[in-house]
């Protein structure tokens, strides 16, 4: 019985994490290229009380199954899922978006680099392409101030028409892949950072070699469901309350057992 009361303790603070999870997705449900997570879990050990194919008599005979009690569960993992969200047409020309496999490189202040599917972007006072913190989009293009209709091909070439109708080409976006993009690490703002589980990353123009093109104009918002993320909760809940009650049947059990011995 004592076993039963930490098993089911182990499945609450397994939901607990869950629930975590999906809150998280749900309030992140209008974020800009965000990626909802997923939470996985595993079985712990096993108490092995007689083993399968052991002997169950003196006759010989042996037992098919045997006895295994588990001990509960744990958190294996929090995924984050990569498939794409949906694009939201705003006209504003560097609103971008990465249609297919990529992510936007991004400049931190202390030089690193970080990656990012989020492509709500502006120019600074400098008329450098920048972040909505102010971080640099790498490889670092400038808009001249008499730069006008800014285009951005789906190759990621940005173009800008100066006086006289002149269109000056300003410089390439290359976007990033990764060999393992579940294994990145988040660091808040939309940004992820690379990983020994990531891999490297792997620098290209879009369009090229497996990665995704340029779409102008637009943003990739989040990819949570509301609807399937409402479900996990409810069915997260219930596992939880569940649990919770098996507790109790344990400890009434303890209980009846104290009084028998009176």
Known sequence: MMRSLWTAATGMAAQSLNVDVISNNISNVNTTGFKRGRANFQDLMYQQVKAPGSEASSAGTQLPTGIQVGLGVRAA????IFSEGSFQQTDNPLDLTIQGRGFFQIQL???DTAYCRDGKFSTDSTGQIVTQN??????GITVPADGQAIQVAQDGTVSVVQPGGVQTILGQIQIADFINP????HLGSNLYQTSNASGQA????PTENGLGSIGQGMLEMS????VEEMVNLIAGQRAYEMNSKA??????MLQTANNVRR
């Open 202 to 205: 792997v620098i290209g123009n």
């Open 223 to 226: 990819n949570v469901s509301m």
């Open 109 to 111: 202040p202390n030089g």
């Open 247 to 252: 507790i109790q049947a344990a400890d009434e």
């Open 182 to 185: 579940a294994g990145l690490t």
């Open 77 to 80: 993992s929090v995924d984050s």
């Open 134 to 139: 102010g971080d640099i989009v790498l490889p």
